[in-house]
């Protein structure tokens, strides 16, 4: 237990992120929860706060509004000292297609609002001289599929982002962690067939994150098997992958 650590978790209404907000309460970790909707915010925080004794403070961000996201950072009752994202948007494909609102505010929730608040907080990890990020992508980002590539594309651009962070602050005592989890049973993934071997639950994807902030880490695929089949789907040449059905 070291009660002088705290999280901040971006995204406090994820079911992946209340179960990693979780586990940094089990090891004594304060907890800030930051959420678009706080009512449900409020509720998981008390959620952690009874079951685990630990203070859980609750703060209004919506990752859109990116000339808030100073004052957000000002507000908060300390500089945290490890950041967690899991801020994110599946979006429906199809109506992006046609649709660039829509289109935008898949880009928009998955890679510039996340990159951009990442990136104003790794600046005060490093004045400070310490700090952990972790970022949730996805492996959707590792290569641009036909049936999902808008939110794809936000995820490799995230992906992107983390992965110069980390080789910018690498040895200035601030770590970046890009987390790829797979899929996850949650609520983004209701209703649609998994493969379960190939499928986490939020719980693994919380201890997996806990892990990283403890232990380091740089890029992490969560079951492990994910690392092969996408390095077999990256390999694929194009003449072959544009025929595919993905
Ligand atoms: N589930 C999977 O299979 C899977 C796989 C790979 C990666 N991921 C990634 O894992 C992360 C967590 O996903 P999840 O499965 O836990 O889904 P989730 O429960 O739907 O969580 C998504 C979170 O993003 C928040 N959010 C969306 N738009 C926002 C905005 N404008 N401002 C602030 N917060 C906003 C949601 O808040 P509201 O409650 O207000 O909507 C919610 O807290 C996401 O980045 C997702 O892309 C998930």
Not at 79 to 106: T, Y
Not at 119 to 132: D, I, P, Q, Y
Not at 151 to 170: D, E, I, P, V
Request: include cysteine; charge should be positive.
């Amino acid at each position: 237990m070291d009660p002088s650590k705290s999280l901040l978790l971006l995204g406090g209404t994820s079911d992946i992120g209340r179960a990693a907000a979780l586990r940094f309460a089990r090891a004594g970790f304060r907890v800030m929860l930051a959420s678009r909707n706080e009512e449900e915010g409020r509720r998981n925080a008390d959620d952690i706060s009874a079951r685990t004794g630990v203070t859980v403070t609750t703060h209004r961000l919506d990752i859109l509004e990116i000339e808030r996201f100073g004052s957000f950072l000002d507000g908060l009752p300390t500089l945290p000292d490890v950041a967690v994202c899991v801020v994110g948007e599946l979006g429906d494909q199809f109506r992006a297609q046609s649709d660039p609102a829509h289109a935008a505010m898949v880009l928009r929730t998955n890679f510039e609002g996340p990159a951009l608040l990442l990136g104003v907080l790794a600046e005060r990890f490093l004045a400070r001289g310490s700090g952990t990020i972790i970022g949730v992508s996805s492996v959707a980002g590792d290569r641009g599929r036909g049936s999902n590539y808008v939110y794809g594309a936000a995820k490799a651009g995230f992906t992107a982002f983390l992965s110069g962070l980390r080789n910018r602050l690498a040895s200035k005592g601030v770590g970046v962690v890009t987390v790829k989890p797979g899929f996850v049973r949650t609520r983004m993934t209701a209703g649609m067939r998994l493969p379960p071997v190939v499928t986490a639950e939020a719980d693994e994807v919380g201890r997996a994150i806990f892990a990283a902030s403890q232990r380091g880490g740089d890029v992490i695929y969560v079951r492990r098997i994910w690392r092969p089949i996408m390095t077999v789907i990256g390999h694929i040449p194009e003449r072959v992958f544009k025929r595919l059905r993905l």
